[in-house]
């Protein structure tokens, strides 16, 4: 059983999704029904969904912009694109998707086309840049190797390129955060909870300006690690050079 997310700008409840996909509800998969709002997976906590479908049925050029929305964030989950007959002459390269479904798909072919989307995962950065953590290497059984930049938890300490950084605890307790969550965007509300705890009263410009300390720290050669999803958050990308589309520097 798989944990699906549904974005469709009908109204947000189980019958939207069996008018979109009249098969799903024969499948044994969970569904959550959600807005055309690419930051509502943001905001669903540390767990991403399994595989995440688009409703292009009503609007062709509303939905296009979620899924270059949904490929800036570089989820590490496959995207399909639910479409009418009529759109498969305007889909081409600019629609960024892993599979398609037509809404006619019975339910043997839509199983078909998920179990198939589950088993080979998502072909964009998102999920190579996941394989790049190595959580037991040479650095010891507690460290995090994302790219160059290794995290040790047992000794506190964190190196770039072999280099040792000197981090205040905040830094460290925020460049950890991210590090565990390659590729995946993080709010700047989650890191100020999780970092800085619910009793702290300050605001989220204090998350930035640790973000732009710890870039300080990491050197030119290594600040586009941390990339900026603007009016969102950040995420590690793991990729040094020039940023991918979506991410920007602060």
Not at 142 to 166: C, K, M, N, Q, Y
Request: hydrophobic share 45%.
């Amino acid at each position: 059983m798989a944990d699906l997310v549904l974005l469709t700008p009908r109204p947000a409840d189980d019958a939207s999704a069996a008018l979109v996909l009249s098969g799903l509800s024969l499948l044994p998969h969970r569904v959550s029904v959600s807005g055309m709002d690419v930051g509502a997976l943001v905001t669903r906590g540390d767990r991403e969904p399994d595989l995440v479908m688009v409703d292009a049925t009503a609007d062709l050029v509303q939905a296009r912009g979620v899924l270059r929305s949904l490929a800036a964030l570089e989820l590490s989950v496959p995207v399909l694109a639910v479409v009418g007959e009529g759109a498969l002459a305007v889909l081409d390269e600019q629609w960024p998707l892993d599979d398609l479904v037509l809404t006619t798909a019975g339910p043997g072919e839509l199983a078909a086309r998920l179990r198939l989307a589950l088993g080979r995962g998502p072909r964009g950065v998102g999920a190579a840049v996941a394989a790049a953590v190595e959580r037991s290497s040479p650095d010891g059984p507690e460290a995090i190797r994302v790219a160059d930049v290794v995290v040790d938890e047992a000794s506190w300490t964190v190196r770039a390129g072999g280099r040792a950084l000197d981090l205040t605890f905040k830094e460290f307790e925020l460049l950890r955060y991210l590090v565990q969550r390659p590729g995946r965007v993080v709010t700047r509300d989650t890191l100020l909870q999780e970092v800085w705890g619910g009793d702290y009263y300050g605001g989220t410009r204090t998350v930035d300006v640790h973000i732009r300390r710890l870039r300080a720290k990491l050197g030119p050669e290594r600040e586009s690690l941390i990339g900026t999803i603007r009016g969102v958050g950040y995420r590690f990308t793991g990729a040094r050079g020039p940023e991918r589309p979506g991410s920007v520097p602060d």
